[in-house]
């Protein structure tokens, strides 16, 4: 019981210090999959979820996130005829996305944001015909770029997200695109 109390006194004096900042973040993502078999426009999603950064100087700083994304799809009409009568044409596959992120002017106003993402598929556990788990990969790899505005302890933020995976699993190759906007509201 002393080492729990021991860490978790550890743990808030260390999250007390001025340069390791945690909080939550919410938006909304526009998302499409690149494919012959997907429409080509973007779809509305949510996300929300957590982030954890620390500054190494007031310029540079990594963040890590773990975010909760809706990525909604739709199959293209080329595919209807095939797919009517077992699939629904909408598609909502729910990833659990963890971005590692480089911050740039970390403190200043501005903060420009970039680096990998790792996305796995949430809700495999559907059926086929709920969620087309046969349809598409477990797992996306992405490019994140953004930029954030911060008016501590609020942060607005926008980003576009360069999926490099082939989430498809039938049908031509399809890589996933976003355009994710949102707020992030730092709590230390």
Do not use: C
Not at 41 to 57: R, S
Request: hydrophobic fraction near 40%; proline fraction near 2%.
């Amino acid at each position: 019981m002393k080492k729990f109390f021991l860490l978790t006194a550890m743990f808030f004096s260390f999250a007390g210090y001025s340069q390791f900042h945690i909080g939550a973040k919410a938006g909304a993502n526009m998302n499409k999959l690149d494919g012959q078999a997907f429409d080509d426009g973007f779809e509305f999603g949510y996300q929300l979820g957590g982030f954890v950064y620390f500054n190494l100087t007031d310029f540079i700083g990594l963040q890590g996130e773990v975010l909760f994304n809706q990525t909604n799809t739709k199959l293209s009409n080329d595919y209807r005829d095939v797919f009517d009568n077992v699939f629904k044409k909408d598609k909502t596959l729910n990833y659990v996305s963890v971005p590692v992120l480089l911050r740039l002017n970390s403190e200043g106003l501005i903060t420009i944001v970039t680096g990998p993402q790792f996305s796995f598929l949430a809700n495999t556990d559907h059926s086929v015909s709920q969620n087309g788990k046969k349809l598409f990969k477990n797992t996306d790899f992405s490019f994140v770029a953004g930029a954030e505005v911060n008016i501590r302890p609020l942060t607005l933020y926008a980003r576009y997200v360069w999926g490099f995976s082939d989430v498809s699993n039938f049908g031509d190759k399809a890589n996933s695109q976003q355009i994710q906007a949102g707020l992030g509201l730092r709590l230390f």
